[in-house]
T-cell receptor
Framework: AQSVTQLGSHVSVSEGALVLLRCNYSSSVPPYLFWYVQYPNQGLQLLLKYTTGATLVKGINGFEAEFKKSETSFHLTKPSAHMSDAAEYFCAVSLNTGGFKTIFGAGTRLFVKA | NAGVTQTPKFRVLKTGQSMTLLCAQDMNHEYMYWYRQDPGMGLRLIHYSVGEGTTAKGEVPDGYNVSRLKKQNFLLGLESAAPSQTSVYFC?????????????FGPGTRLTVL
C-alpha cells in the first residue's frame, strides 16, 4: 500500500543553519513526489515536485529535494534557514498509474530561531 | 485571478446542525477536492470530483455529502454535524487527475462543532 512518513513532527533550527526535513515513502510503482508548504492560517502551496528525469529538484525560496529510489526517500533541504521559512511542510506522493490518489504525510512544523 | 476561494472562513455549529461549505475556483480546473486537516494526521481526502456533475468518495466520506453542479464550484455539506467533524477543511483543484499535476488549495475553513 502507498504511504508517506515524515520523520519528526517538529524541527527547530537556528537562522542561517541547514534545514533538513525527512520524507520516506512506500510505493509499488514509480511515484510522483511533492513538497507543499503551509504558512499560518493559509492553504498549502507547492514548494517543488519530482515527476521524472533529474533526481535533484529545485523549488521556490531556495529549497531543494533529492529523489533517492534506493532509499525510498525525498528529503527536503535548504542550506540556510530564514525566519520566513517557519511553516508546516507536507510531503505527498502520487502513484504513477494515471489514477487518482495523492497521499499526504502528517506534516513537519519548522521553527526558526533567531 | 482569485485562485481557490472558500466560504466561510470560520464557523461554529452545535451538534446536529447542518451547514454547507462553498469552494470556488476561477482556473477552469476539471478536478476538485475536499480535505480535512487534523493535528498529526496531515490531509485526508473526503470527496472529490473529476468534472461537472460527478463526485466520488475519498478516504473519509462518512457524514459528508458533496455536489458539483457547476464546474467552478464544489460544495461540501454536513447534514448533522458531530464534534468529530471539528477540523480545518481545505478545498483544492487541479487541471486534471494526472498524478504529476499539483493541487491548488484554498485558505481553509475552520469548523468547530460543539
Amino acid at each position: 500500500a502507498q504511504s508517506v512518513t515524515q520523520l519528526g513532527s517538529h524541527v527547530s533550527v537556528s537562522e542561517g543553519a541547514l534545514v533538513l526535513l525527512r520524507c520516506n515513502y512506500s510505493s509499488s510503482v514509480p511515484p510522483y513526489l511533492f513538497w507543499y508548504v503551509q504558512y499560518p492560517n493559509q492553504g498549502l502551496q507547492l514548494l517543488l515536485k519530482y515527476t521524472t528525469g533529474a533526481t535533484l529538484v529545485k523549488g521556490i525560496n531556495g529549497f531543494e529535494a533529492e529523489f533517492k529510489k534506493s532509499e525510498t526517500s525525498f528529503h527536503l533541504t535548504k542550506p540556510s534557514a530564514h525566519m520566513s521559512d517557519a511553516a508546516e511542510y507536507f510531503c505527498a506522493v502520487s502513484l504513477n498509474t494515471g489514477g487518482f490518489k495523492t497521499i499526504f504525510g502528517a506534516g513537519t512544523r519548522l521553527f526558526v530561531k533567531a | 485571478n482569485a485562485g481557490v476561494t472558500q466560504t466561510p472562513k470560520f464557523r461554529v455549529l452545535k451538534t446536529g446542525q447542518s451547514m454547507t461549505l462553498l469552494c470556488a475556483q476561477d482556473m477552469n480546473h476539471e478536478y476538485m477536492y475536499w480535505y480535512r486537516q487534523d493535528p498529526g494526521m496531515g490531509l485526508r481526502l473526503i470527496h472529490y470530483s473529476v468534472g461537472e456533475g460527478t463526485t466520488a468518495k475519498g478516504e473519509v466520506p462518512d457524514g459528508y455529502n458533496v455536489s458539483r453542479l457547476k464546474k467552478q464550484n464544489f460544495l461540501l455539506g454536513l447534514e448533522s454535524a458531530a464534534p468529530s467533524q471539528t477540523s480545518v477543511y481545505f478545498c483544492a483543484s487541479s487541471p486534471s487527475g494526472t498524478d504529476y499535476n499539483e493541487q491548488f488549495f484554498g485558505p481553509g475553513t475552520r469548523l468547530t462543532v460543539l
